[in-house]
């Protein structure tokens, strides 16, 4: 049997138009010959009725409400894609199609306990398979699964992805479709960038950078379960024919190589960010560390020298994070609403003076660096959040990333 997974997110299931573009994708693809899979996100964005960020709203009303239960926030949250997947089997059936509705649970998926952000240990596809034999399309709802004890679970934020690939590497599929709003991943977001330029084809290294520093195109672990087991994605537009993002483990070579010389793959950003800076003598490294530890805060862009310590972390828990250094005895300097901008290339490595010209194309905009780190194939840098656009432009410019598809 030939397998597809076909996922839709938020925007592609919204309104009944989207549902239809997504729906004849389907049916090309059962044309070709495929039996499908489909994963669908809930519907909409923030302030439609349904989507996650709404549900989710509904319990930040008042300040003094009791925070939910995790367990309960998790049960909460899957019923956006639940309601999701109902609306467009229901589509699918009018139109004739023979279709299986199913959960993450019912789907087989298996997670552990860690509600919000639960990781997949095992995914158990029987019924999908048993369904699919029957000539049926199965319609998974994405973002959710159960643990050993049958709680519903949710994947992390925009984990339907995750879903999708999972359930491709389970299903062993030919491939996995990711539909979304832009026709495929571009060298840096478009609602940032007008000239971003769509990319053809891309690593999984490639995107998983990419998406780990903020490009939400994709969600980063669903590109590392896709590349365990080597299944193609492809990231594509609902609303278009255009093939979109081939993501593979390499792509085969352009004419004089030229993709795998490819020196900056594109740049991404992270907004919402606080830099916390501590200063003075013998500041406890270890101790500041292990606090934001102990009170679940996770740290980023940490620089460490004798007389300053420097890190990030979400403006979420800016509060607590400062609260707590002051109870400790420290005067932490906070800044919040940062970005991390990141300029993201495996060719980057060893090549002098990537440094100087990220610096000067900023500085010709005026904007400061707070901050900088780099690895073997990204540079970050911590601008001011009202900076954060401007310097993706910049820095998009600089490394010459425009242009027609690559
Ligand atoms: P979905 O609901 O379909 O999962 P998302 O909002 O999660 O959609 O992801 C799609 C969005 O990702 C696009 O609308 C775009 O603004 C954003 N994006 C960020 N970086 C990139 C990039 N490099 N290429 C394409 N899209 C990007
Ligand atoms: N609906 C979930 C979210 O908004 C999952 C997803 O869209 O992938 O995070
Ligand atoms: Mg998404």
Same mark, same amino acid.
């Given at each position: 049997m030939k397998i597809l997974v076909q996922k839709f997110g938020g925007t592609s299931v919204a309104t009944p138009e989207s549902r239809l573009a997504a729906v004849r994708h389907i049916e090309r693809a059962r044309e070709e010959g495929y039996a499908v899979v489909v994963v669908v996100s809930a519907m &909409? +964005? !923030? &302030? #439609? $009725?349904?989507a996650t960020d709404t549900l989710l709203s509904l319990f930040q009303v008042d300040d003094a409400q009791r925070p939910l239960a995790a367990r309960d926030r998790d049960l909460l949250m899957a019923c956006g894609e639940t309601i999701s997947a109902v609306v467009f089997a229901n589509m699918l059936r009018n139109r004739g199609h023979k279709v299986q509705v199913m959960t993450g649970a019912q789907a087989g998926i298996l997670t552990n #306990? #860690?509600? &919000?952000n639960a990781r997949i240990l #095992? @995914? +158990? $596809?029987d019924r999908i398979l048993t369904a699919l034999g029957d000539d049926q399309i199965v319609v998974v709802m994405g973002f959710q699964g159960a643990n050993e004890a049958g709680e519903i679970t949710t994947l992390g934020r925009g984990g339907s992805d995750t879903t999708a690939t999972a359930l491709g590497v389970a299903l062993e599929a030919d491939a996995v479709d990711i539909f979304t709003d832009v026709s495929g991943i571009m060298t840096a977001d478009p609602r940032l960038v007008d000239d971003a330029r769509q990319l053809s084809q891309v690593t999984y290294t490639e995107i998983c950078n990419l998406a780990y520093q903020g490009? !939400?195109? @994709?969600h980063p672990r669903a590109v590392e379960i896709a590349m365990q087991r080597n299944i193609p994605i492809r990231v594509r537009s609902t609303h278009s024919d255009d093939p979109g993002t081939l993501v593979t483990q390499a792509p085969p070579q352009l004419e004089h190589g030229a993709l795998f010389d490819r020196f900056v793959t594109g740049i991404a950003h992270s907004a919402n960010l606080t830099q916390i800076r501590l200063s003075g003598h013998g500041i406890g490294t270890s101790s500041i560390f292990t606090l934001m530890a102990e009170h679940d805060i996770s740290v980023d862009f940490i620089s460490v020298t004798p007389f300053e310590v420097a890190f990030t972390v979400g403006d979420d828990v800016a509060e607590i994070a400062t609260q707590k250094l002051q109870e400790l005895g420290y005067t932490p300097e906070v800044r919040r609403g940062c970005a991390k901008v990141s300029v993201v290339g495996a060719g980057i490595m060893g090549v002098p003076g990537i440094m100087a010209k990220i610096v000067e194309a900023l500085a010709v905009e005026g904007i400061d660096i707070l901050q900088s780190a780099d690895s073997h194939t990204t540079i970050w840098v911590l601008v001011d959040g009202e900076h954060m656009g401007p310097a993706v432009r910049a820095l998009h410019r600089a490394f010459q990333l425009a242009g027609n598809v690559a």
């Open positions: &909409g +964005r !923030k &302030g #439609d $009725p349904y #306990d #860690d509600f &919000g #095992d @995914i +158990r $596809p490009a !939400k195109v @994709i």
